[in-house]
Structure formats: C-alpha cells, structure tokens
C-alpha cells in the first residue's frame, strides 16, 4: 500500500501587513523594509518616520510619507547671536515649540540645513546657515504668544498667573518673557511650575530679594496651596500624605471639596516642594490627577479623560512673610482656568 503524498504547509500572508509585515513589491527584487515610529504626545500630529523608499502598495506608510512631504515649508536663517545654538534649541526659539516638540519635529527627519537633512538634535548651527522646517497645521504643542497676567507686584516680588504648555525657566520660558514684557532683565524665578500646571508663581526683581525669598522657602515660612481633579472617588475628608519623595521628605495636605463616582475635587497644601510631588502622592494613593500622562494611566477609555489635555492641577494660592516689611504678608491668588473649570463641569463637580 503506497503512502499518500506529504502534505506542503505554505506560510499564508496576512490580508492587510502592517509596516513590519509588508508584502515583497511585484516586479522587483527588494523586500519592503518600512519601519514605523509614532512621535511623542507632544507634538500630536501623526507623523512617521520613513527609512525606506520603496514600499509596497499596501503599506500604511505610503499615504503617511506623501502627507508628511505635503506640508508647508518654513525657511529659517541662523543668525549672529543664534550661531551658538542647537538645532534643537534654534527651532524651539523661532518656532515657539517646546524642548521636546522640536526634538520630535527633528525626529520625522523633515528637517535640513543648508540643504542636507539633518535629524541630529545637537547638530552646530553657524551664522548664515538655511534652515527648513515642515509647517504642520495640527501641531497643538506650539505655545501661543500671550501677554503675561500679573497679580501682585511691589518693589521687590512680582506674581503672575502662568499659562499651560510653557517652561518656568529656560529658552522660551515664561522667566524670559515676563523679563522682555516688564523691561527687567534681573527678573528671576524664586520656584517652579510643571510646564502644564497653572497658577500662582513668584518672581524676584533684584538678586538680594531672590536670595531672601528661597530663605523663606528653605524655612517652610511659605504656604502654596493647589486645587486638582483626580480620579475617583475620594474617601476622606480631610487627609495627609508624607510618603518620601526622591528619598527626600514629602508632606501633602488634602480637603475634599466635591466628589462623586468617576471623579473628585481636591483642595492641597504643601510643606514640602519636591519635584512633582503631589503628582506623585496622588498617583501612590490610586488617585491619580486627570490628564496626567506621566504618573496616570497611559490609556483611558473614557472620552472625557481622553479629551483632557494635561494635568489638573492648579496653584491657587502662594502666601508668604514680607522679608523685607516686618509684620507685612506677600500673598496672591489666583482664579481656575478655563480648561479646569470646563473639567468640573463635565464631571459634574
């Protein structure tokens, strides 16, 4: 009796490959080697980066290549004083971008200079040097030009109320524009904000008052207040959390203002000013502030946190002891936000 034939198992191709998956191009000899890289949150435009020049008529990068290379371009010219920059820091200044949305911008290697695309974030710009830039009309990271609030001022501190997406110090920072708007160059941050926090933030005019002032702070003399929307439902009322942060001690005081079943409204004081501290003891305690993609959820199904564009976390209120009028309080406060106050109406608190 003869054995029937051995059976040929043949690999079957998926209906629709992905970029990793693509199909052998017919008429040609070259594997389609497509690979994808999604862009940061920050820039929040979708946008690929191609490494290949071939790709197969199924391959998604196709329609994502041609509207990359579809866009407006922008011709930028280095100048003297910016000679000294970093591309990554030549784009951030003329373009209003964040740090990290001109790395990005830099990372779909759309970028050149001179006509030569450049997609290292350190490369040496020189004076005279043709910068172009991709113009995406998307992109919601670019920090808009606005006139600084001003809350309190007197002669030796000035208070403003700070916009999100913008750097307390640095290139582009609300430091540098508050200095070009007021006319005074020894204007100088006496804390920080997150670059999507609002709020209350404090200014020196003059060194000996920055000096006096991070006195106050190292002292604990200084009390900062904050509002936030974290997720869930709130148990107490009144609460404290000192879990250590960076190895460092942490205090946060909280007071419950409203909650119900998706959601709660908190009232927060600080002791201590760690680097993202009530971030992080909200997070430890499972109530993570809405909008937060760093200690939050990296994905939400509910379409009311999806559509949350960065953390609710405001700073309402910064009271301070006058270093230099004895017996005299420097305090400002400072109203919610837009955004905040469109989030308590959402959820309903």
Request: glycine share 4%.
């Amino acid at each position: 009796m003869s054995r029937p034939p051995p059976v040929r198992w043949r690999r079957r191709s998926p209906a629709h490959p992905g970029p990793g998956r693509c199909r052998r191009p017919r008429g040609t000899g070259a594997r389609c080697r497509c690979k994808r890289r999604l862009i940061p949150r920050s820039v929040r435009a979708t946008v690929w980066r191609v490494s290949c020049v071939r790709l197969c008529r199924r391959c998604p990068l196709r329609s994502r290549m041609s509207e990359a290379l579809s866009h407006e371009q922008r011709d930028l010219v280095v100048s003297a004083p910016d000679a000294a920059l970093t591309l990554q820091a030549f784009i951030s200044k003329r373009m209003s971008l964040s740090r990290r949305a001109a790395k990005a911008l830099i990372d779909t290697r759309a970028v050149w200079v001179n006509r030569k695309r450049v997609w290292m974030a350190h490369h040496a710009l020189h004076s005279g040097d043709r910068v172009q830039v991709p113009v995406y009309a998307d992109t919601t990271n670019r920090v808009k030009v606005q006139k600084l609030r001003v809350l309190v001022s007197d002669d030796d501190y000035l208070v403003i109320d700070k916009p999100s997406g913008v750097m307390s110090v640095g290139e582009d920072s609300v430091e540098e524009r508050l200095r070009q708007q007021e006319g005074a160059p020894a204007l100088c941050a006496v804390h920080r904000l997150d670059r999507d926090t609002t709020g209350c933030l404090v200014f020196a005019r003059r060194p000996e008052a920055l000096a006096a002032a991070v006195s106050e702070f190292k002292k604990r003399h200084v009390r900062k207040s904050y509002n936030a929307i974290v997720s869930g439902r709130y148990a107490q009322s009144r609460s404290t959390v000192s879990d250590d942060v960076d190895e460092a001690r942490a205090v946060t005081h909280i007071r419950l203002l409203a909650v119900n079943e998706d959601a709660s409204y908190l009232a927060l004081r600080i002791e201590t000013g760690r680097t993202h501290q009530i971030r992080k003891h909200l997070a430890a305690i499972r109530h993570p502030i809405l909008g937060d993609r760093e200690y939050g959820p990296k994905f939400a199904r509910d379409p009311r946190i999806v559509a949350i564009p960065r953390q609710m976390l405001h700073a309402t209120e910064v009271e301070m002891p006058h270093p230099f009028k004895k017996g005299e309080t420097f305090r400002a406060h400072s109203p919610l936000p837009a955004d905040f106050r469109r989030c308590l109406r959402t959820f309903k608190l």
